[in-house]
């Protein structure tokens, strides 16, 4: 009889312990994802930021040569 009421102390046990496995597991599940979400998250940042830089750079450089002709039209000089 004390072996029965042992197996029936024990069931509710095994069945939190696994309970608290299956949480552990979903956690760390959820917890994986979130890093990748943020590391995808941050290498975009990245890619983004340096694309914005390079396409500064060719503006500006637009920019200039677009004032320098503006400058040579405007003293009258030829363009070629």
Same mark, same amino acid.
């Given at each position: 009889?004390?072996?029965?009421?042992?197996?029936?102390?024990?069931?509710?046990?095994?069945?939190?312990?696994?309970?608290?496995?299956? &949480?552990?597991?979903?956690?760390?599940?959820?917890?994986?994802?979130?890093?990748?979400?943020?590391?995808?998250? &941050?290498?975009?940042?990245?890619?983004?930021?340096?694309?914005?830089?390079?396409? &500064?750079?060719?503006?500006?450089?637009?920019?200039?040569?677009?004032?320098?002709?503006?400058?040579?039209?405007?003293?009258?000089?030829?363009?070629?």
């Amino acid at each position: 009889m004390l072996s029965v009421k042992m197996a029936g102390q024990e069931d509710p046990v095994q069945r939190e312990i696994h309970q608290d496995w299956a &949480n552990r597991e979903y956690i760390e599940v959820i917890t994986s994802s979130i890093k990748k979400i943020a590391d995808f998250l &941050n290498s975009f940042d990245m890619s983004c930021r340096s694309r914005l830089a390079t396409l &500064n750079e060719k503006l500006t450089a637009l920019e200039r040569r677009i004032e320098y002709i503006e400058a040579r039209v405007t003293k009258g000089e030829t363009l070629t």
